[in-house]
Protein backbone atom coordinates (compact mmCIF):
# COMPACT_ATOMS: atom_id res chain seq x y z
CA UNK A 1 0.00 0.00 0.00
CA UNK A 2 1.23 3.22 -1.08
CA UNK A 3 0.13 6.66 0.20
CA UNK A 4 -0.52 9.28 -3.08
CA UNK A 5 -2.45 12.21 -0.83
CA UNK A 6 -4.01 13.44 2.35
CA UNK A 7 -6.81 15.97 3.10
CA UNK A 8 -7.69 16.66 6.74
CA UNK A 9 -10.13 18.97 8.33
CA UNK A 10 -10.52 19.73 11.82
CA UNK A 11 -8.69 16.63 13.36
CA UNK A 12 -6.76 17.25 16.27
CA UNK A 13 -4.27 20.13 16.14
CA UNK A 14 -5.12 20.83 11.83
CA UNK A 15 -7.52 22.79 10.67
CA UNK A 16 -7.68 22.26 6.83
CA UNK A 17 -4.34 20.93 4.95
CA UNK A 18 -4.19 19.09 1.79
CA UNK A 19 -0.58 17.33 1.33
CA UNK A 20 0.59 15.27 -1.89
CA UNK A 21 3.25 12.32 -1.20
CA UNK A 22 3.51 11.86 -4.84
CA UNK A 23 6.45 12.33 -7.17
CA UNK A 24 6.85 14.45 -10.88
CA UNK A 25 4.89 11.51 -12.51
CA UNK A 26 2.67 11.46 -10.06
CA UNK A 27 4.01 7.89 -8.12
CA UNK A 28 4.13 7.89 -4.51
CA UNK A 29 7.23 8.97 -3.99
CA UNK A 30 9.74 6.30 -1.58
CA UNK A 31 10.45 8.78 0.85
CA UNK A 32 9.41 11.87 2.31
CA UNK A 33 9.53 14.48 4.99
CA UNK A 34 7.27 16.91 6.52
CA UNK A 35 9.22 19.75 8.70
CA UNK A 36 7.72 22.12 10.79
CA UNK A 37 8.40 23.76 14.42
CA UNK A 38 6.78 22.06 17.53
CA UNK A 39 2.80 23.20 17.23
CA UNK A 40 2.82 22.48 13.19
CA UNK A 41 0.81 19.30 12.88
CA UNK A 42 3.53 17.00 11.77
CA UNK A 43 2.42 14.34 14.37
CA UNK A 44 -1.38 15.43 13.64
CA UNK A 45 -0.62 14.05 10.25
CA UNK A 46 0.83 11.11 10.67
CA UNK A 47 -2.28 10.29 13.52
CA UNK A 48 -4.49 11.05 10.44
CA UNK A 49 -2.97 8.30 7.95
CA UNK A 50 -2.87 5.79 11.22
CA UNK A 51 -6.04 6.21 12.44
CA UNK A 52 -8.20 5.60 9.37
CA UNK A 53 -6.25 2.61 8.02
CA UNK A 54 -6.19 1.53 11.73
CA UNK A 55 -10.09 1.78 11.98
CA UNK A 56 -10.57 -0.19 9.16
CA UNK A 57 -8.44 -3.13 10.25
CA UNK A 58 -10.52 -3.34 13.36
CA UNK A 59 -12.95 -0.58 13.95
CA UNK A 60 -14.50 -1.53 17.48
CA UNK A 61 -11.22 -1.04 19.08
CA UNK A 62 -8.18 0.02 16.76
CA UNK A 63 -4.25 -0.06 17.43
CA UNK A 64 -3.25 3.38 17.74
CA UNK A 65 -0.10 4.89 19.57
CA UNK A 66 0.66 5.10 23.12
CA UNK A 67 -1.39 8.12 24.36
CA UNK A 68 -3.77 8.44 21.77
CA UNK A 69 -7.26 7.42 22.38
CA UNK A 70 -10.20 6.66 20.02
CA UNK A 71 -12.48 9.03 21.13
CA UNK A 72 -14.22 12.62 19.92
CA UNK A 73 -12.51 14.73 22.49
CA UNK A 74 -8.66 13.87 21.14
CA UNK A 75 -9.51 13.11 17.59
CA UNK A 76 -11.99 15.79 17.02
CA UNK A 77 -10.74 19.58 16.37
CA UNK A 78 -13.38 22.15 17.60
CA UNK A 79 -15.87 20.83 19.90
CA UNK A 80 -19.60 20.48 17.69
CA UNK A 81 -17.27 19.66 14.64
CA UNK A 82 -16.37 16.32 12.91
CA UNK A 83 -13.09 15.06 11.50
CA UNK A 84 -12.84 14.75 7.74
CA UNK A 85 -9.89 12.56 6.61
CA UNK A 86 -9.75 11.61 2.28
CA UNK A 87 -6.81 9.25 1.35
CA UNK A 88 -5.80 8.54 -2.37
CA UNK A 89 -3.69 5.21 -1.92
CA UNK A 90 -3.07 2.12 -4.23
CA UNK A 91 -1.68 -1.25 -4.29
CA UNK A 92 0.28 -3.51 -6.04
CA UNK A 93 -0.54 -6.49 -8.11
CA UNK A 94 0.98 -9.09 -5.80
CA UNK A 95 -0.54 -7.40 -3.20
CA UNK A 96 -4.14 -7.69 -4.28
CA UNK A 97 -3.16 -11.32 -5.20
CA UNK A 98 -2.67 -11.86 -1.27
CA UNK A 99 -5.58 -9.81 -0.32
CA UNK A 100 -7.68 -12.26 -2.80
CA UNK A 101 -6.11 -15.12 -0.93
CA UNK A 102 -6.98 -13.94 2.33
CA UNK A 103 -10.54 -12.73 1.50
CA UNK A 104 -10.66 -16.85 -0.18
CA UNK A 105 -9.63 -18.34 2.90
CA UNK A 106 -12.34 -16.88 4.63
CA UNK A 107 -15.02 -17.05 2.60
CA UNK A 108 -15.64 -13.90 1.53
CA UNK A 109 -15.80 -12.37 -2.20
CA UNK A 110 -12.65 -11.80 -3.72
CA UNK A 111 -11.92 -8.07 -4.61
CA UNK A 112 -9.50 -7.99 -7.30
CA UNK A 113 -9.87 -9.69 -11.04
CA UNK A 114 -6.31 -9.93 -11.68
CA UNK A 115 -6.89 -11.00 -15.68
CA UNK A 116 -7.87 -7.58 -16.32
CA UNK A 117 -4.39 -5.64 -15.69
CA UNK A 118 -5.81 -2.00 -15.62
CA UNK A 119 -8.39 -2.38 -13.58
CA UNK A 120 -8.16 0.06 -10.37
CA UNK A 121 -6.29 0.59 -7.56
CA UNK A 122 -3.70 -1.52 -9.37
CA UNK A 123 -2.77 1.77 -11.40
CA UNK A 124 -4.64 4.28 -10.04
CA UNK A 125 -4.92 6.21 -6.76
CA UNK A 126 -8.24 5.33 -4.86
CA UNK A 127 -10.04 8.05 -2.72
CA UNK A 128 -11.68 7.24 0.85
CA UNK A 129 -13.68 9.99 2.42
CA UNK A 130 -13.29 8.88 6.81
CA UNK A 131 -15.14 10.94 9.14
CA UNK A 132 -15.59 10.97 13.03
CA UNK A 133 -17.72 10.52 14.66
CA UNK A 134 -20.53 8.66 12.43
CA UNK A 135 -23.44 10.91 12.02
CA UNK A 136 -25.21 8.67 10.91
CA UNK A 137 -27.35 7.45 13.60
CA UNK A 138 -28.64 4.33 12.10
CA UNK A 139 -25.26 2.56 11.79
CA UNK A 140 -23.03 0.89 14.77
CA UNK A 141 -19.70 2.17 13.43
CA UNK A 142 -18.04 4.83 15.11
CA UNK A 143 -17.03 6.23 12.34
CA UNK A 144 -18.55 7.05 8.45
CA UNK A 145 -16.55 6.44 5.03
CA UNK A 146 -17.60 6.63 1.45
CA UNK A 147 -15.42 5.68 -1.67
CA UNK A 148 -14.58 6.27 -4.71
CA UNK A 149 -13.72 3.28 -6.55
CA UNK A 150 -16.58 -0.18 -5.68
CA UNK A 151 -15.46 -2.37 -2.60
CA UNK A 152 -11.85 -1.43 -2.49
CA UNK A 153 -11.75 0.77 0.45
CA UNK A 154 -11.89 -2.62 2.30
CA UNK A 155 -8.40 -3.19 1.85
CA UNK A 156 -7.58 -0.83 3.76
CA UNK A 157 -8.44 -3.42 6.86
CA UNK A 158 -7.02 -6.28 4.56
CA UNK A 159 -4.00 -6.71 7.69
CA UNK A 160 -6.92 -7.43 9.66
CA UNK A 161 -8.55 -9.86 7.43
CA UNK A 162 -5.56 -11.27 6.94
CA UNK A 163 -4.95 -11.81 11.31
CA UNK A 164 -8.51 -13.45 11.15
CA UNK A 165 -7.02 -15.99 8.55
CA UNK A 166 -3.76 -16.92 10.82
CA UNK A 167 -5.44 -17.00 13.96
CA UNK A 168 -7.71 -19.25 12.60
CA UNK A 169 -5.19 -21.49 11.15
CA UNK A 170 -6.43 -20.35 7.37
CA UNK A 171 -3.21 -18.42 6.15
CA UNK A 172 0.53 -18.42 7.33
CA UNK A 173 2.01 -15.64 9.32
CA UNK A 174 4.21 -14.95 5.96
CA UNK A 175 0.82 -13.22 4.73
CA UNK A 176 1.75 -10.01 6.56
CA UNK A 177 5.19 -10.11 3.65
CA UNK A 178 2.57 -9.73 1.11
CA UNK A 179 0.20 -7.21 2.14
CA UNK A 180 1.22 -3.37 3.03
CA UNK A 181 0.01 -1.31 6.29
CA UNK A 182 1.09 1.20 8.32
CA UNK A 183 3.93 0.77 10.66
CA UNK A 184 4.02 3.88 13.28
CA UNK A 185 7.37 4.46 15.24
CA UNK A 186 6.00 7.37 17.28
CA UNK A 187 8.38 9.63 19.31
CA UNK A 188 8.60 7.00 22.18
CA UNK A 189 9.78 4.25 20.19
CA UNK A 190 7.53 1.40 22.12
CA UNK A 191 7.59 -1.59 20.86
CA UNK A 192 4.27 -2.74 22.29
CA UNK A 193 3.56 -6.18 20.80
CA UNK A 194 4.60 -8.11 23.86
CA UNK A 195 1.73 -9.81 25.23
CA UNK A 196 2.45 -11.26 28.33
CA UNK A 197 4.44 -8.32 29.68
CA UNK A 198 4.43 -7.63 33.80
CA UNK A 199 2.24 -4.24 34.57
CA UNK A 200 4.33 -4.13 38.22
CA UNK A 201 7.74 -3.43 35.98
CA UNK A 202 8.62 0.62 35.72
CA UNK A 203 7.42 1.93 32.10
CA UNK A 204 11.44 1.73 31.17
CA UNK A 205 11.64 -2.20 32.14
CA UNK A 206 8.54 -2.24 30.04
CA UNK A 207 9.76 -0.70 26.98
CA UNK A 208 13.58 -2.79 27.52
CA UNK A 209 11.46 -6.27 28.17
CA UNK A 210 9.38 -5.43 24.71
CA UNK A 211 13.20 -5.46 22.57
CA UNK A 212 13.85 -8.45 24.28
CA UNK A 213 10.71 -10.25 23.63
CA UNK A 214 11.38 -9.74 20.34
CA UNK A 215 15.29 -10.45 19.87
CA UNK A 216 14.16 -13.60 22.04
CA UNK A 217 12.01 -14.61 19.18
CA UNK A 218 13.95 -13.78 16.42
CA UNK A 219 17.28 -14.71 18.20
CA UNK A 220 15.50 -18.51 18.86
CA UNK A 221 14.61 -18.67 15.38
CA UNK A 222 17.86 -18.25 13.98
CA UNK A 223 18.94 -21.56 15.05
CA UNK A 224 17.03 -23.30 12.41
CA UNK A 225 15.62 -20.58 9.73
CA UNK A 226 15.53 -21.57 6.43
CA UNK A 227 17.32 -19.10 4.43
CA UNK A 228 17.15 -20.39 1.04
CA UNK A 229 13.60 -20.94 1.39
CA UNK A 230 12.72 -17.43 3.68
CA UNK A 231 15.38 -15.35 2.76
CA UNK A 232 17.38 -13.41 5.46
CA UNK A 233 16.22 -13.84 8.35
CA UNK A 234 14.93 -11.18 11.33
CA UNK A 235 17.51 -11.63 13.47
CA UNK A 236 20.36 -10.99 10.55
CA UNK A 237 18.31 -8.05 8.94
CA UNK A 238 18.17 -6.55 12.71
CA UNK A 239 21.98 -7.05 13.43
CA UNK A 240 23.11 -6.31 9.90
CA UNK A 241 21.40 -2.93 9.58
CA UNK A 242 22.19 -2.45 13.48
CA UNK A 243 26.31 -2.49 12.92
CA UNK A 244 25.90 -0.78 10.22
CA UNK A 245 24.48 2.42 11.65
CA UNK A 246 25.88 1.76 14.53
CA UNK A 247 29.44 1.41 13.26
CA UNK A 248 31.94 0.96 15.86
CA UNK A 249 29.30 -0.76 17.98
CA UNK A 250 27.93 -4.42 17.00
CA UNK A 251 25.06 -6.17 18.36
CA UNK A 252 26.17 -9.58 18.85
CA UNK A 253 23.77 -11.84 20.28
CA UNK A 254 21.42 -12.51 23.76
CA UNK A 255 22.90 -13.79 26.77
CA UNK A 256 20.04 -16.20 29.41
CA UNK A 257 20.87 -16.16 33.03
CA UNK A 258 18.85 -17.22 35.86
CA UNK A 259 16.85 -14.56 36.18
CA UNK A 260 16.96 -12.49 32.77
CA UNK A 261 17.66 -12.20 29.51
CA UNK A 262 20.18 -9.17 28.15
CA UNK A 263 21.55 -8.25 24.59
CA UNK A 264 25.20 -8.29 24.58
CA UNK A 265 26.93 -5.86 21.95
CA UNK A 266 30.51 -5.06 21.49
CA UNK A 267 32.58 -2.06 20.57
CA UNK A 268 36.30 -1.99 20.35
CA UNK A 269 36.50 -5.32 22.09
CA UNK A 270 34.47 -4.46 24.98
CA UNK A 271 31.49 -6.28 25.23
CA UNK A 272 28.18 -4.84 27.28
CA UNK A 273 24.44 -5.24 27.79
CA UNK A 274 21.43 -3.71 26.95
CA UNK A 275 21.39 -1.58 30.36
CA UNK A 276 25.07 -0.30 29.21
CA UNK A 277 23.91 0.50 25.90
CA UNK A 278 23.69 4.71 24.89
CA UNK A 279 20.52 6.31 24.12
CA UNK A 280 21.20 6.67 20.39
CA UNK A 281 21.94 2.87 20.02
CA UNK A 282 18.93 2.14 21.83
CA UNK A 283 16.85 4.29 19.69
CA UNK A 284 18.08 2.43 16.47
CA UNK A 285 17.65 -0.84 18.24
CA UNK A 286 13.88 0.02 18.71
CA UNK A 287 13.82 1.07 15.15
CA UNK A 288 14.70 -1.78 13.64
CA UNK A 289 12.92 -4.26 16.26
CA UNK A 290 9.58 -2.01 15.40
CA UNK A 291 10.12 -2.51 11.42
CA UNK A 292 10.33 -6.21 11.94
CA UNK A 293 7.83 -7.09 14.75
CA UNK A 294 5.32 -5.14 12.45
CA UNK A 295 6.22 -6.62 9.45
CA UNK A 296 6.89 -3.28 7.55
CA UNK A 297 6.91 -4.53 3.97
CA UNK A 298 5.12 -3.21 0.95
CA UNK A 299 3.54 -0.71 3.81
CA UNK A 300 3.95 3.05 5.02
CA UNK A 301 6.32 3.24 7.58
CA UNK A 302 6.34 6.57 10.09
CA UNK A 303 9.16 7.51 12.17
CA UNK A 304 8.05 11.09 14.20
CA UNK A 305 10.45 13.09 14.81
CA UNK A 306 13.65 11.32 13.22
CA UNK A 307 16.77 13.09 14.74
CA UNK A 308 15.60 12.02 18.54
CA UNK A 309 18.80 11.02 20.55
CA UNK A 310 20.52 10.77 17.02
CA UNK A 311 24.17 11.83 16.22
CA UNK A 312 23.88 13.51 12.95
CA UNK A 313 26.29 10.94 11.81
CA UNK A 314 23.90 8.30 12.91
CA UNK A 315 20.89 10.40 11.40
CA UNK A 316 22.79 9.89 8.05
CA UNK A 317 23.29 6.50 8.25
CA UNK A 318 19.54 5.70 9.26
CA UNK A 319 18.55 7.44 6.04
CA UNK A 320 20.78 5.89 4.16
CA UNK A 321 19.98 2.47 5.24
CA UNK A 322 16.18 3.24 4.91
CA UNK A 323 16.77 4.99 0.95
CA UNK A 324 18.38 1.61 0.13
CA UNK A 325 15.58 -0.79 2.10
CA UNK A 326 14.29 -3.55 -0.17
CA UNK A 327 11.18 -4.04 1.70
CA UNK A 328 9.21 -2.13 -0.67
CA UNK A 329 8.27 0.37 2.04
CA UNK A 330 6.74 3.91 1.51
CA UNK A 331 8.55 6.00 4.51
CA UNK A 332 7.21 9.37 5.66
CA UNK A 333 9.73 11.27 8.61
CA UNK A 334 9.35 14.53 10.55
CA UNK A 335 11.57 16.76 11.94
CA UNK A 336 11.82 20.05 13.38
CA UNK A 337 15.93 20.08 12.78
CA UNK A 338 17.00 21.70 10.36
CA UNK A 339 20.42 19.36 10.62
CA UNK A 340 17.95 16.68 9.25
CA UNK A 341 16.27 18.61 6.33
CA UNK A 342 20.12 19.04 4.82
CA UNK A 343 20.17 15.26 4.66
CA UNK A 344 16.58 15.46 1.77
CA UNK A 345 16.31 16.73 -1.54
CA UNK A 346 14.13 19.64 -2.12
CA UNK A 347 11.42 17.85 -3.67
CA UNK A 348 11.25 15.41 -1.17
CA UNK A 349 9.67 18.39 1.99
CA UNK A 350 6.77 19.21 2.81
CA UNK A 351 7.05 22.28 4.51
CA UNK A 352 4.50 23.31 7.66
CA UNK A 353 6.15 26.11 8.75
CA UNK A 354 9.89 28.14 9.47
CA UNK A 355 12.10 26.68 11.59
CA UNK A 356 13.98 29.87 12.03
Known amino acids: MKLHSLDIENFRAID ?44 ANPSLRDGLQYNAEQLVRGRGNKSNIILN ?24 DLAKDNQPPLNHPVKVCWTFPNINKSSKSAYGY ?5 NHVKVLGARGRASQAVNRNLQYPEIFDRIGGVCYLDQR ?7 NINLQQSEENMI ?7 LNEYYRKELTWNESKYGESYW ?52 LVGLAAE ?27 LRNDESNNQYIFTTHSPTVTMMFYDHEMITLGNLV
Not at 146 to 150: A, I, L, M, N, P
Not at 241 to 260: H, N, Q, R, T, V
Open 16 to 59: KISLDFTDYLSRPRPISLIVGPNGSGKTSILDAIHVVVKTFENS
Open 89 to 112: YSIEKDESAAINDVYSSLNLSQHF
Open 146 to 150: KYFSQ
Open 189 to 195: RTVRLSK
Open 208 to 214: HSDILYW
Open 236 to 287: KRVKRLFDKICYPAELIGLESGPSSDTVILKKKGIEYDLYQMSSGEHQILRI
Open 295 to 321: TAKNSIVFIDELELHLHPTWQKRLIHV
